[in-house]
């Protein structure tokens, strides 16, 4: 991770910056959430970016207050308060994770964290763990996948990707 004055984005003038050699991507950190393109081209043919709106029980969303972002190393933080968004760049890819740090109040059985999608690509959601995401040819471009969640005592929990309001959403029960 390493702090750049200028990006290849047009609507993005500095951001941090993670360079990804082993699958050819490029990630922008902005504060609204992470900005991914294809690492050896100055004029990407496609781009896409996530961004975290909300978290709780359907009936209950968190609000989310601005970010504070730290780095250490490969690993870089959207701290907010209740909640910490992660990601690490290794030769694995870009892991992302959530740690919830005290559980919002439950309304139902199902935890949900809703994701805006901002890409010229097409999502399609695979399977429960799997989203793929496809360029104009058809191609798979990106995928989000090895979806695992687990509560403070290491002990994993069903979940699941979904749609939700043309968002996209992990459910956890």
Do not use: C
């Amino acid at each position: 991770m390493s702090w750049q004055d200028q990006t290849y984005l047009p609507d993005v003038a500095a951001a941090y910056q993670a360079p990804n050699r082993a699958h050819n991507l490029r990630t922008y950190f902005t504060p609204e959430g992470v900005r991914v393109i294809p690492r050896d081209s100055s004029l990407p043919e496609w781009r896409w970016g996530l961004t975290l709106k909300g978290y709780g029980f359907e009936g209950n969303m968190q609000p989310l207050a601005p970010a504070s972002i730290s780095t250490v190393g490969n690993r870089i933080e959207y701290r907010r308060e209740g909640l910490t968004e992660w990601y690490v760049n290794d030769g694995k890819g870009l892991e992302q994770g959530f740690t919830i740090l005290s559980p919002p109040v439950a309304v139902t059985n199902e935890l949900v964290l809703t994701l805006e999608i901002d890409s010229n690509l097409t999502k399609k959601i695979a399977n429960n763990s799997t989203v793929e995401l496809k360029n104009d040819d058809g191609e798979t471009a990106l995928y989000l996948r090895n979806l695992l969640v687990e509560d403070a005592n290491g002990e994993k929990l069903a979940a699941r990707f979904k749609s939700i309001n043309n968002r996209l959403a992990i459910a956890v029960d």
